[in-house]
């Protein structure tokens, strides 16, 4: 990636994570640590873990064989791949609308290493599986909560709406695994106000490229079922693992906590949060999901609050972690395919 690019997604975040940073109550946030103790350590190590899955689901779909993709696998390691992993997801919470800065610096950061059309499609794919797998967590955690938690007519309710949401979802996404969806979202895009000029000429001049994003995400699903199942499994299974991190918090207040209970607020406190994906890092959103689910599970309020203030603070650490690591990019010494040169 070129120099002027990398500084600019550094700089850009690291202005939203000033911004946000002063938004803290610096005297509440030093209280809750001392609070938790050695327990917001393993919090925010826990991340550290939590990232491997998601480098592993993008790893493996990468390199999925497919007749119209030719990976070199030696050109970039695992552990390269990580670092832009944890820098896209944190540009992805520093800025609005969530995927705006992080799947572009991902895209940008890739294809000079596999070109522009395989960087593209895998970033879409992973993008993809990561969102599906949020869609797979939220059903299995209406299911839980039938089979485990207490029902009222309101809780039937909203878990039918929520099915409902999910299982459309899926076949939605289902349905741009088969076919592909990198043409169909620029269709949508050039419908749109302010961009539709732009995306209508952007359809035009890139739509041998488009055409072969899509035959590559298909191709995953299609010709490559088993890839795409762990892709997803790897996904879902960072999904469930990640609600240690409200358990870890929980034993500090209340040790009776169950693991269950901390899948059922980490999911709708997600869910709540990502309908709120235009606000930098889900600010507000993320802590009333926590307030919302805590008391629907019978904690108290000021329970919810803590665990909102640490999993903000974990969140800011590893914003400010994958910044840094933008910057410890080097300049690639692979030379540039044709393809991106065009793009």
Same mark, same amino acid.
């Given at each position: 990636?070129?120099?002027?690019?990398?500084?600019?997604?550094?700089?850009?975040?690291?202005?939203?994570?000033?911004?946000?940073?002063?938004?803290?109550?610096?005297?509440?946030?030093?209280?809750?640590?001392?609070?938790?103790?050695?327990?917001?350590?393993?919090?925010?190590?826990?991340?550290?873990?939590?990232?491997?899955?998601?480098?592993?689901?993008?790893?493996?779909?990468?390199?999925?064989?497919?007749?119209?993709?030719?990976?070199?696998?030696?050109?970039?390691?695992?552990?390269?791949?990580?670092?832009?992993?944890?820098?896209?997801?944190?540009?992805?919470?520093?800025?609005?609308?969530?995927?705006?800065?992080?799947?572009?610096?991902?895209?940008?950061?890739?294809?000079?290493?596999?070109?522009?059309?395989?960087?593209?499609?895998?970033?879409?794919?992973?993008?993809?599986?990561?969102?599906?797998?949020?869609?797979?967590?939220?059903?299995?955690?209406?299911?839980? #909560? $039938? @089979?485990?938690?207490? !029902?009222?007519?309101?809780?039937? &309710?909203?878990?039918? /709406?929520?099915?409902? +949401?999910?299982?459309?979802?899926?076949?939605?996404?289902?349905?741009?695994?088969?076919?592909?969806?990198?043409?169909?979202?620029?269709?949508?895009?050039?419908?749109?106000?302010?961009?539709?000029?732009?995306?209508?000429?952007?359809?035009?001049?890139?739509?041998?490229?488009?055409?072969?994003?899509?035959?590559?995400?298909?191709?995953?699903?299609?010709?490559?079922?088993?890839?795409?199942?762990?892709?997803?499994?790897?996904?879902?299974?960072?999904?469930?693992?990640?609600?240690?991190?409200?358990? #870890? $918090? @929980?034993?500090?207040? !209340?040790?009776?906590?169950?693991? &269950?209970?901390?899948? /059922?607020?980490?999911? +709708?406190?997600?869910?709540?949060?990502?309908?709120?994906?235009?606000?930098?890092?889900?600010?507000?959103?993320?802590?009333?999901?926590?307030?919302?689910?805590?008391?629907?599970?019978?904690?108290?309020?000021?329970?919810?609050?803590?665990?909102?203030?640490?999993?903000?603070?974990?969140?800011?650490?590893?914003?400010?972690?994958?910044?840094?690591?933008?910057?410890?990019?080097?300049?690639?010494?692979?030379?540039?395919?044709?393809?991106?040169?065009?793009?």
């Amino acid at each position: 990636m070129k120099k002027k690019y990398q500084n600019a997604f550094f700089i850009v975040g690291l202005s939203i994570l000033g911004l946000m940073i002063t938004q803290l109550d610096f005297a509440e946030a030093y209280l809750g640590i001392c609070r938790a103790g050695y327990w917001f350590l393993a919090v925010v190590m826990l991340w550290a873990v939590l990232y491997i899955f998601n480098t592993a689901a993008w790893w493996i779909i990468i390199h999925a064989p497919s007749e119209y993709t030719k990976t070199d696998r030696q050109r970039f390691s695992f552990a390269w791949l990580y670092k832009i992993t944890v820098s896209g997801f944190a540009l992805n919470y520093a800025t609005p609308g969530g995927l705006m800065g992080g799947e572009p610096y991902k895209i940008m950061s890739l294809s000079p290493k596999i070109g522009t059309e395989h960087a593209t499609a895998s970033v879409i794919l992973h993008t993809m599986t990561h969102i599906f797998s949020h869609f797979w967590f939220w059903l299995l955690s209406c299911v839980l #909560f $039938i @089979l485990t938690e207490p !029902m009222t007519m309101f809780m039937g &309710i909203l878990l039918a /709406l929520v099915t409902l +949401f999910c299982l459309t979802a899926i076949w939605f996404f289902l349905k741009g695994y088969k076919k592909g969806i990198a043409q169909s979202l620029m269709q949508v895009l050039s419908h749109l106000p302010f961009i539709k000029r732009w995306a209508v000429r952007f359809i035009s001049q890139h739509a041998d490229q488009l055409k072969n994003i899509d035959l590559q995400i298909a191709a995953l699903h299609n010709q490559n079922h088993q890839t795409f199942m762990m892709a997803v499994l790897l996904e879902l299974i960072c999904r469930i693992i990640s609600a240690l991190e409200i358990y #870890f $918090i @929980l034993l500090v207040i !209340m040790p009776e906590a169950s693991y &269950i209970q901390c899948i /059922l607020i980490l999911a +709708f406190t997600s869910l709540f949060a990502n309908m709120l994906f235009f606000i930098p890092l889900q600010l507000g959103g993320r802590e009333g999901g926590f307030l919302i689910s805590v008391s629907g599970l019978g904690m108290t309020a000021s329970e919810g609050i803590f665990v909102a203030l640490l999993v903000r603070l974990r969140e800011l650490i590893w914003t400010g972690i994958g910044l840094l690591l933008i910057k410890l990019e080097k300049k690639s010494t692979f030379p540039r395919e044709k393809e991106t040169e065009n793009v």
